[in-house]
T-cell receptor, first 118, second 112 residues
Framework: AQKITQTQPGMFVQEKEAVTLDCTYDTSDPSYGLFWYKQPSSGEMIFLIYQGSYDQQNATEGRYSLNFQKARKSANLVISASQLGDSAMYFC???????????????FGTGTLLAVQP | DTAVSQTPKYLVTQMGNDKSIKCEQNLGHDTMYWYKQDSKKFLKIMFSYNNKELIINETVPNRFSPKSPDKAHLNLHINSLELGDSAVYFC???????????FGPGTRLTVT
């Protein structure tokens, strides 16, 4: 069965510094996708970044980058130049395809609560 | 323009009642989902619909019944509410075979 593990329940970072949020995964499928979502205190789920298992390069979206190490089965999120507005819960998730790709579901990790300090 | 909307945002009700949560997406997606986030913030899928057809049902009690009148709507009806049903329920949608799921704002259900 597929599994996502986030071992950091909480993290602190100083404003303007970079921070890495850890995520490891377990799957026997050769084709999979990895995601990071942000959930601020207001509660909505915000998509940040996606990495496909066959992507040759690490995904980047603005200040977010995904450090994808396939052999280690890790997909860490790196946030550069942290801002106060980055304070939120961050979820790593894996896409599991169903029914020949007709639909898919996300399997989530337990989340990391990031606090950016001024 | 709201992509995925849910109503109501907050729902407080007593044990034993029946309630519904509505979800609508205006993205033209053909797949919709319901996820449950418990008090420890853990998110788990409940249902997935593709073109109005139920695809995924993740061992959810029969008291939960999703209904998809059309591709743009996926409602969640809950019968005989229990204390353990208190959670935040998220609706999401995606294009078939697409990787990204767009989430609604969530509905916080409190059962007293």
């Amino acid at each position: 069965a597929q599994k996502i593990t986030q071992t950091q329940p909480g993290m602190f970072v100083q404003e303007k510094e970079a921070v890495t949020l850890d995520c490891t995964y377990d799957t026997s499928d050769p084709s999979y996708g990895l995601f990071w979502y942000k959930q601020p205190s207001s509660g909505e789920m915000i998509f940040l970044i996606y990495q496909g298992s066959y992507d040759q390069q690490n995904a980047t979206e603005g200040r977010y980058s995904l450090n994808f190490q396939k052999a280690r089965k890790s997909a860490n999120l790196v946030i550069s130049a942290s801002q106060l507005g980055d304070s939120a819960m961050y979820f790593c998730a894996m896409r599991e395809l169903n029914y020949g790709g007709a639909t898919n579901k996300l399997i989530f990790g337990t989340g990391t609560l990031l606090a950016v300090q001024p | 323009d709201t992509a995925v909307s849910q109503t109501p945002k907050y729902l407080v009700t007593q044990m034993g009642n029946d309630k519904s949560i509505k979800c609508e997406q205006n993205l033209g997606h053909d797949t919709m989902y319901w996820y449950k986030q418990d008090s420890k913030k853990f998110l788990k899928i409940m249902f997935s619909y593709n073109n109005k057809e139920l695809i995924i049902n993740e061992t959810v009690p029969n008291r939960f019944s999703p209904k998809s009148p059309d591709k743009a709507h996926l409602n969640l009806h809950i019968n005989s509410l229990e204390l353990g049903d208190s959670a935040v329920y998220f609706c999401a949608s995606s294009r078939q075979e697409s990787y990204e799921q767009y989430f609604g704002p969530g509905t916080r259900l409190t059962v007293t």
